[in-house]
């Protein structure tokens, strides 16, 4: 692979039904032992999900995919997902609390519909608990040591701090 490659793994409704981690988890392998500098480069997506009016992270077989995948199964995730195509964004509100509030029209996907634009005025409440996001940034932290990559980790870190702590 090549310094600047991102490699893209879509999971399915089946393995989100099943629990089943191990094309992610093979995924997240062969970036570690193959990728130059694997930080920020995974893009995660749940294309099976794309065609309901409703937010990725109101599908509560996806909240409970994820939160295991990150809490469970590979707690330094964020150190691989880019924000390209809000794969980071994506697998935090999948994490947090969320509530998406809505306004005259209604909500973004019902906005998204009639207009083809998101409508960015709706107010949206991103919470994460202290204990997640401490573990957010230990999981971070423990796979920027493996790969000796001390700004990539600061990077995402403030990420982390900026997304909780601006919504």
């Known amino acids: 692979m090549q310094q600047d490659t991102l490699v893209l793994y879509d999971i ?3 393995e989100v039904e099943k629990q089943d981690f191990s094309g992610i988890l093979n995924t997240l392998r062969k970036m570690e032992s193959q990728h130059p ?16 009016h409703k937010e990725i992270w109101a599908f509560s077989k996806v909240r409970a995919y994820a939160e295991v995948l990150v809490f469970q ?20 509100n999948l994490i ?3 509530h998406i509030g809505e306004n005259r029209i209604g909500s973004s996907r019902e906005y998204r519909q009639q207009n083809g634009k ?9 919470s994460l608990p202290i204990h997640k996001a401490l573990q957010l940034v230990e999981g971070t ?3 920027a040591e493996i790969h000796k990559k001390e700004a990539e980790v600061h990077y995402i ?7 909780i702590l601006s919504h």
């Open 157 to 163: 870190v403030k990420w982390i701090q900026s997304y």
């Open 141 to 143: 932290l423990a796979y």
């Open 12 to 14: 399915s409704e089946e």
């Open 118 to 126: 998101a409508d960015t005025q709706l107010p949206i409440q991103v």
């Open 37 to 52: 500098n694997p930080a920020r480069k995974l893009i995660l997506s749940f294309s099976d999900f794309e065609d309901s």
């Open 73 to 92: 199964r590979f707690p330094g995730i964020f150190y691989y997902l880019s924000e390209e195509c809000s794969s980071r964004t994506t697998m935090l």
């Open 96 to 98: 947090a609390n969320v």
